[in-house]
């Protein structure tokens, strides 16, 4: 393997980095209404009753069935399909309620009934699309987070946990652990039984590396062969013993495609957490090269302490894997 430790962003395209701009504007407020359910059903309540009351007021000489919609389709979108189809009979209920009360208006029972129902049909069909558009944009979410070959997290992904994990350190003072992981001798298994093989390979270690961590840890891969482990809460002793269960799983793994692969390990234990994300991988690779040039198939470890704030970067590259 041979790359540099400067990782450079690719130019967003314009229509793209519109789009980014009004997600992270829109996400955060959706997110902190999920995390509170008793505000979405308060506003659902009073948009229901909002509804019914201008309805009401109007009389029969405007349909304002639409202004139903909009709560049935805040319950759908925080809460799924069946509590949006409950709150369609709550909101076809509200329409009958406002018709038959509407003042100086004698509407029979068939006509509020059939109007009822027409808001019952239209609020129903509303839940459906809702709930089938949530359901597609989290797929998409999580598929544009995931590594398409390994199911493990992607670059991108990783960046923004480890960015939150960053903050949190900060923030209370947590040691952590960030790791990189290079496969060596990976192009013998691409040569001698192909880019199939080599597929198979990476795949089986992500998912080895997934198996052998905690719920909390994350694992992302960040290159053709090159893996990322961040352990939250860990000590340089802890995660030792955790690479160390790792890096039994890998060899177990690789020795079912006959040549000798094996993998270098970059440890950086972080007493003080440093200033970017960039520099925390920076790091890890410090300790991954460290790891190549003696041999490789070892562990080599860093710990940054409040006094020690930076380590020395390689220039350009590593050995070739």
Known sequence: ???????????????????????????PVVSKLAARPAIVIAIAIAATVGATLLDRATGTQLSLAALYLGPVAIIAWFFGRTPGRIWCVVVAGASALAESTTPQVDLSQAIVIWNATAVLMLSWVVVEVVTRLHRA???????????ALTGVANTRAFKELAATELERARRYGRTFTLATLDLDNFKAVNDTLGHAAGDRLIHDVGQAIRRRLRRVDIVARIGGDEFVVLLPETTAAAAAVALGHVQESLQK????????VRAS?????????????EEMLQLADVAMYQAKNAGGDRIESLTISREQKHAEIPPDGGPDA
């Open 1 to 27: 393997m041979h790359r540099t430790t400067t990782r450079e962003r690719e130019p967003m395209p314009q229509s793209l980095s519109f789009d980014r701009n009004v997600d992270d504007l829109i996400e």
């Open 265 to 277: 390990y970059g440890s950086v234990t972080f007493v003080s957490p440093p200033g970017t994300v």
């Open 253 to 260: 793994v690789a020795e079912g495609y006959g040549p000798v």
């Open 137 to 147: 944009i989290v797929t998409e979410r999580d598929l544009a987070r995931t590594d």
